[in-house]
């Protein structure tokens, strides 16, 4: 297939995104529970991913209870233009069911689908965090990075998730990352207990915002602490 990989060289737009990002205040917290989508690329490279996934994303609900909860919706593309989302649920049990039954596609990356997703769902209801689990990006990065500045707008941070180290994803991921105010962070395939960290960390900081996270940082340290380093929760 051919890759459309091509590096932004105007930095016009994106500092534009910035600025409106900088001029949002930030979104006001409510006693209603945390919303978080959690999208993943479910290409055919992604089904040895996608398992593991499935198999321990129940720590995202353990660590959000005495929060007060947290509502999840899943979000995966695979094939060539499939694009599918989930009813929103707060059941770690219905989730696993439904993460069971996906089986990966061969296709390519849907990354600017993703966070249209992200931006749209969010204008009916707030969304507290987007998580994105992948290893490539095959798509433009202007565009993406577009969308990203757009959820950045919302005040939707996105928490990038690299497996591997391709150099193009690291870019393309890094720039959503800063566009919206989350955090880009790579694991190795081997390591399930870092990926289960990582979500565990990201769904404190949708349920409970960044005092939480703060708290499960100084508690727990390790991927907790990363994740609050990069998006500026001090110790």
């Known amino acids: 297939m051919t890759k459309n990989n091509k590096l932004p060289d105007n930095k016009n737009e994106v500092n534009a995104f910035l600025e409106r990002v900088a001029r949002t205040p930030p979104k006001i917290r409510s006693n209603k529970r945390g919303r978080l989508i959690f999208a993943m690329d479910a290409t055919a490279s992604r089904q040895p991913a996608w398992d593991r996934a499935a198999a321990i994303q129940g720590q995202m609900f353990h660590e959000t209870a005495q929060l007060g909860g947290l509502d999840i919706q899943l979000a995966f593309y695979r094939g060539f233009g499939e694009f599918k989302v989930s009813k929103w649920t707060s059941d770690e049990t219905v989730m696993h069911r439904w993460m069971s039954s996906v089986y990966c596609h061969a296709g390519e990356t849907q990354i600017e689908k993703v966070l249209s997703h992200a931006a749209n769902e969010t204008r009916r ?17 202007d565009q993406i ?8 707008v919302l005040g939707v941070p996105t928490f990038m998730f690299l497996e591997g180290n391709d150099a193009v994803a690291q870019y393309a991921f890094n720039e959503v990352a800063r566009l919206s105010g989350g955090a880009c962070c790579s694991f190795d395939a081997s390591s399930a207990q870092s990926l289960r960290d990582l979500l565990a960390a990201v769904a404190v900081y949708a349920a409970g915002g960044r005092l939480a996270l703060q708290n499960m940082a100084k508690t727990k340290g390790g991927e907790a602490l990363r994740i609050a380093h990069m998006i500026g929760v001090k110790e």
């Open 145 to 152: 990075g577009k969308r990203a500045g757009e959820l950045g």
């Open 125 to 141: 209801a707030p969304v507290n965090a987007l998580v994105f689990v992948g290893d490539s990006c095959e798509e433009d990065v």
